[in-house]
């Protein structure tokens, strides 16, 4: 396997075992997942170094991730812009509002940073053929990075993913599988094909130690983009938590080589109707317990057990940010905002952070000052009939 010089395998996050990186997915010891590490010593990385590099992949902060950009399995994710929002700063009543346009990936969602480095990966071991459960995005993304790697991909998801998402995986050849019910029910029917097939290699979140490692890309661009100023919050929609992980990692990581001084306060942002985390922060707790009957229209955030709950919290706490849980109704509301105060084209999912700003300003959570990051998972046309449908039903 061809790693980066400073790529120094893996560790549970749960027991603290070093694990070689021959190890494909959990802990041998425990069962836990793992996390790729490195010798930051070893890592010759400054301002000045990328800025001569061409803002034009994720894979330009390669030294920090496991694989070459020369080995990698990609079609330039990552390189997104943040896009100033000066009206939507003025209705927050902070300093400025930038929305991280990450729904301008290849497959239109964020979720194309993990895919990328997972489905490296997986060729890098050998695998013929990768699964997962998913909500939609990550379906679609591994389906297409899968196909570039020439491999096959499974992917499981509930019946109720939006339809993009469920065409993209055909029409990458993936194998889709459409599951009755909801999230849930496509994990245990993923679970029950991976029974069956030795050969599958598990692309699931937090099974892989590579999809949240690929996510911390999406930090190292911020920091870059705001001139080496770390934003004073950053807004994260938040369902398995993927995102929100790499994100603390990568601000870790830019803080260890001395690239940055601070750390942005992270806000996981969910919608009310399936919100765990959110729920175990305010009740002080260190995991989360799972919902019971989750209900938003927000499919990407509809995760009732996310297996990295600790981590998410863990994330949150040690940076003072915190947890915001907004109605299906208030968050469809901010992504139409958004589209005509900013021009910018949020999957409902993605406006939960846009909603989940909006409740943090009225509750008082921002002085003035601020910079604040809100993150667009995915891009709005993958949704658009959902957001239509909430200006039909007001009567528009
Ligand atoms: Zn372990």
């Not at 029974?195 to 911020?222: M, N, V």
Request: some cysteine.
């Amino acid at each position: 396997m061809e790693t980066t010089d400073a790529f120094a395998g893996l560790e549970c996050v749960d027991c603290g075992a070093t694990v070689d990186a021959a190890e494909s997915h959990r802990c041998p010891d425990c069962g836990g997942s793992l996390d790729p590490t490195y010798d930051y010593d070893a890592i010759d990385l400054d301002r000045e170094t990328l800025a001569d590099r061409p803002f034009d992949s994720q894979w330009r902060y390669a030294e920090l991730l496991p694989f070459s950009r020369e080995s990698a399995v990609t079609t330039s994710e990552g390189a997104t812009p943040l896009v100033d929002c000066p009206d939507l700063a003025d209705e927050l009543g902070v300093e400025r509002v930038l929305i991280k346009d990450d729904g301008r990936n290849p497959t239109g969602s964020s979720t194309d940073r993990g895919a990328s480095v997972a489905v490296t990966a997986a060729a890098e071991h050998g695998a013929s053929d990768v699964a997962l459960p998913s909500t939609g995005n990550g379906g679609q993304a591994v389906a297409a990075y899968a196909a570039r790697a020439g491999l096959d991909a499974h992917a499981y998801l509930p019946s109720r993913s939006g339809f993009t998402n469920k065409a993209m995986v055909n029409v990458h050849g993936g194998d889709m599988n459409v599951v009755g019910g909801r999230f849930g029910d496509a994990v245990g029917a993923f679970e029950e094909g991976l029974d069956e097939h030795d050969d599958w290699y598990s692309l699931r979140a937090f099974d892989t130690p590579y999809r949240h490692e690929g996510a911390k890309t999406l930090f190292y661009e911020i920091a870059e983009q705001l001139e080496w100023t770390v934003p004073d919050a950053i807004c994260y929609p938040t369902g398995a938590g993927v995102g929100i992980v790499g994100l603390a990692k990568a601000a870790a990581e830019f803080r260890e080589l001395g690239l940055i001084d601070e750390l942005p306060a992270l806000y996981a942002a969910q919608a009310s109707g399936c919100a765990p985390i959110v729920e175990a922060l305010e009740d002080g707790r260190d995991e989360h317990e799972p919902v019971e009957r989750p209900d938003t229209i927000c499919g990407e955030l509809e995760v009732p057990d996310p297996a990295a709950s600790r981590r998410v919290l863990e994330a949150v706490r040690d940076t003072d940010g915190g947890g915001v849980a907004t109605d299906d109704p208030d968050i469809l509301e901010a992504a139409v905002q958004v589209a005509q105060a900013a021009g910018l084209e949020m999957i409902p999912s993605a406006a939960a952070a846009a909603s989940g700003a909006w409740a943090l300003a009225e509750q008082s959570a921002f002085d003035g000052d601020e910079t604040v990051v809100i993150v667009n998972i995915g891009s709005g046309n993958k949704e658009a009939d959902v957001l239509r449908s909430h200006l039909m039903g007001q009567g528009v």
